[in-house]
């Protein structure tokens, strides 16, 4: 077995060069792309066959060294002016090779020798060449590889004096060369919206980015586990819709040239999921993508990811037991805790039972018990105290609302259903047996913001006519009267008859921001939305 045991066991660092003005560096790399390419190298790759990744082979090399009973342990430290020990023997092992590709990330060289860093998809892990075993030509060219290029290389793995699994380089082979450096000091650029701009930079350098995903992906992967084993079935439904129904929400309009008439990207899919209950699936949900031509922030972005879950004969609270299931089942599984921290650092606890409040109570728990019953003027008066924006051609339930987005929302931390929304406010829900003013739905606020609304489903077609008949009055003038449009179809639909039903909304990009802490949304969407660089 090689080994690198005539090698220091930490390799000296590179001197550091003059910095190059990025125009030069450009122009240095397509100068080398065309010497390498005159020379008859292939600088753009071709299929590597028997690839592992570089945590496999990490993986696979400890086990060999459990099986053998071997322990590496750290050397004793060095006092200063003593001797460098010589390395200990190593044990004979199986031999392990690998082959293995990804981006060149650091380079030391050694004389005759090299260590390099290679990053591929499962992280990173030490090379090792030697001239006298690739021999001076391909020594050459591996030594003449910029940082940032792909390589494929091959050899044996072992692990060096100081306790770095290595792979002693046999061969290799250039996959792609960077035509341009890669970002010395990213994590210090202070121009944050570059990071989202240029997402696959950010990926590339940046290990808290690529995990974030991971996350995301592991996340939706146990999310659709959870459902499929409670027996619901996934489904898709249209995202260009002839109307844009299901929330009330600026649309994004476009125009369907064959049908020759204007269509909308949906910006809920509820109404098309309520009409598979009325055609006998009795389970369902859609991960899907929504769209609202509104406006951007750290919790909103236009495009974003939502599941919706509809379950027929369940009702609001069968849905706050599925959501407080799902989270905590997610939080276990993906983060391995219940307990998480916001970007902030405060520790949110999912233990259940969570929080449940009413929304005339926590309004009451603000403003005081006699808010409802206080004259209008009064209730202008005092939100303007609080410096919100109100006016007095505003009803009571706006003014209501407002405070309680503005100001009760906020700094709902722990996990709480906030619970009877007045009727007004949810047209879809349906209204409570013991209060028809308010509506058997709940919204489930952490960290201050919404992440996910939950009805008792509203299935009385005639009811339900009149409350989008209101809404479709009360949105008129506004920029959502395009979402307060009557879907006929949908409505001579639940005239064939919808069973009783529970249903849900979960904003995935803000659950993912939960559990993973992140500060904005942007952190969790992969290409968020920007304005496009002229």
Same mark, same amino acid.
């Given at each position: 077995?090689?080994?690198?045991?005539?090698?220091?066991?930490?390799?000296?660092?590179?001197?550091?060069?003059?910095?190059?003005?990025?125009?030069?560096?450009?122009?240095?790399?397509?100068?080398?792309?065309?010497?390498?390419?005159?020379?008859?190298?292939?600088?753009?790759?071709?299929?590597?066959?028997?690839?592992?990744?570089?945590?496999?082979?990490?993986?696979?090399?400890?086990?060999?060294?459990?099986?053998?009973?071997?322990?590496?342990?750290?050397?004793?430290?060095?006092?200063?002016?003593?001797?460098?020990?010589?390395?200990?023997?190593?044990?004979?092992?199986?031999?392990?090779?690998?082959?293995?590709?990804?981006?060149?990330?650091?380079?030391?060289?050694?004389?005759?020798?090299?260590?390099?860093?290679?990053?591929?998809?499962?992280?990173?892990?030490?090379?090792?060449?030697?001239?006298?075993?690739?021999?001076?030509?391909?020594?050459?060219?591996?030594?003449?590889?910029?940082?940032?290029?792909?390589?494929?290389?091959?050899?044996?793995?072992?692990?060096?004096?100081?306790?770095?699994?290595?792979?002693?380089?046999?061969?290799?082979?250039?996959?792609?060369?960077?035509?341009?450096?890669?970002?010395?000091?990213?994590?210090?650029?202070?121009?944050?919206?570059?990071?989202?701009?240029?997402?696959?930079?950010?990926?590339?350098? *940046?290990?808290?980015?690529?995990? &974030? =995903?991971?996350?995301? !992906?592991?996340? %939706?992967?146990?999310? /659709?586990?959870?459902? #499929? +084993?409670?027996?619901?079935?996934?489904?898709?439904?249209?995202?260009?819709?002839?109307?844009?129904?299901?929330?009330?929400?600026?649309?994004?309009?476009?125009?369907? *040239?064959?049908?020759?008439?204007? &269509? =909308?990207?949906?910006? !809920?899919?509820? %109404?098309?999921?309520? /009409?598979?209950?009325? #055609? +006998?699936?009795?389970?369902?949900?859609?991960?899907?993508?929504?769209?609202?031509?509104?406006?951007?922030?750290?919790?909103?972005?236009?495009?974003?990811?939502?599941?919706?879950?509809?379950?027929?004969?369940?009702?609001?609270?069968?849905?706050?037991? %599925?959501?407080?299931?799902?989270?905590?089942?997610?939080?276990?599984?993906?983060?391995?805790?219940?307990?998480?921290?916001?970007?902030?650092?405060?520790?949110?606890?999912?233990?259940?039972?969570?929080?449940?409040?009413?929304?005339?109570?926590?309004?009451?728990?603000?403003?005081?018990?006699?808010?409802?019953?206080?004259?209008?003027?009064?209730?202008?008066?005092?939100?303007?105290?609080?410096?919100?924006?109100?006016?007095?051609?505003?009803?009571?339930?706006?003014?209501?609302?407002?405070?309680?987005?503005?100001?009760?929302?906020?700094?709902?931390?722990?996990?709480?259903?906030?619970?009877?929304?007045?009727?007004?406010?949810?047209?879809?829900?349906?209204?409570?047996?013991?209060?028809?003013?308010?509506?058997?739905?709940?919204?489930?606020?952490?960290?201050?913001?919404?992440?996910?609304?939950?009805?008792?489903?509203?299935?009385?077609?005639?009811?339900?006519?009149?409350?989008?008949?209101?809404?479709?009055?009360?949105?008129?003038?506004?920029?959502?009267?395009?979402?307060?449009?009557?879907?006929?179809?949908?409505?001579?639909?639940?005239?064939?008859?919808?069973?009783?039903?529970?249903?849900?909304?979960?904003?995935?990009?803000?659950?993912?921001?939960?559990?993973?802490?992140?500060?904005?949304?942007?952190?969790?969407?992969?290409?968020?939305?920007?304005?496009?660089?002229?």
């Amino acid at each position: 077995m090689s080994t690198a045991s005539d090698q220091p066991a930490t390799p000296a660092a590179p001197a550091v060069a003059p910095a190059v003005p990025m125009h030069d560096q450009l122009a240095q790399r397509r100068q080398k792309l065309a010497d390498l390419q005159a020379a008859g190298v292939n600088t753009w790759g071709r299929r590597v066959d028997n690839l592992v990744s570089s945590a496999a082979t990490r993986a696979q090399y400890e086990a060999v060294e459990t099986a053998a009973g071997v322990v590496w342990t750290p050397p004793p430290p060095r006092q200063p002016g003593q001797p460098k020990p010589e390395a200990p023997p190593q044990a004979q092992l199986p031999e392990v090779r690998a082959v293995l590709a990804g981006r060149i990330m650091i380079m030391r060289l050694m004389g005759k020798a090299l260590f390099a860093d290679l990053k591929d998809a499962a992280g990173r892990i030490q090379l090792y060449a030697q001239k006298n075993v690739l021999g001076d030509e391909a020594f050459a060219s591996l030594k003449n590889l910029d940082l940032g290029d792909l390589a494929s290389v091959s050899g044996t793995v072992f692990r060096t004096h100081a306790g770095e699994i290595t792979l002693k380089i046999e061969q290799f082979e250039m996959q792609s060369k960077a035509l341009r450096p890669l970002p010395e000091k990213w994590h210090g650029l202070t121009d944050v919206e570059q990071r989202y701009r240029q997402r696959y930079v950010d990926l590339i350098v *940046n290990d808290e980015a690529r995990q &974030m =995903f991971r996350v995301r !992906a592991n996340i %939706l992967r146990e999310l /659709r586990n959870f459902l #499929g +084993g409670r027996g619901f079935m996934e489904v898709e439904t249209p995202m260009l819709q002839p109307l844009a129904g299901g929330a009330a929400a600026r649309p994004f309009r476009t125009h369907y *040239n064959a049908l020759d008439c204007p &269509m =909308f990207l949906r910006i !809920a899919p509820e %109404l098309y999921l309520k /009409r598979l209950l009325v #055609g +006998g699936f009795d389970k369902v949900f859609e991960l899907n993508r929504n769209f609202r031509n509104e406006g951007m922030s750290r919790r909103h972005n236009p495009e974003f990811t939502m599941m919706e879950v509809y379950q027929a004969y369940g009702d609001c609270s069968t849905m706050m037991e %599925l959501v407080e299931s799902l989270v905590t089942h997610l939080a276990e599984t993906v983060l391995g805790s219940l307990v998480i921290k916001n970007s902030e650092g405060v520790e949110i606890s999912l233990q259940r039972p969570w929080r449940r409040a009413t929304y005339r109570d926590l309004v009451m728990e603000k403003m005081g018990a006699g808010w409802f019953e206080a004259a209008h003027a009064e209730k202008v008066t005092r939100a303007q105290q609080l410096g919100l924006k109100v006016f007095p051609d505003w009803s009571d339930l706006e003014i209501t609302h407002e405070i309680y987005e503005k100001t009760i929302e906020h700094s709902l931390i722990q996990p709480t259903f906030v619970t009877r929304l007045p009727a007004e406010l949810v047209p879809l829900a349906r209204r409570a047996a013991d209060d028809p003013s308010v509506v058997d739905v709940f919204e489930l606020e952490i960290n201050g913001q919404e992440i996910a609304p939950g009805y008792s489903e509203n299935n009385d077609a005639v009811d339900q006519r009149g409350r989008f008949e209101e809404q479709a009055r009360r949105t008129q003038g506004t920029v959502e009267e395009e979402s307060g449009h009557i879907d006929e179809d949908f409505l001579t639909a639940l005239e064939y008859g919808m069973p009783p039903a529970g249903g849900m909304g979960i904003g995935i990009d803000r659950l993912v921001m939960l559990l993973t802490g992140a500060a904005s949304i942007r952190d969790v969407i992969l290409f968020p939305q920007l304005r496009p660089q002229v």
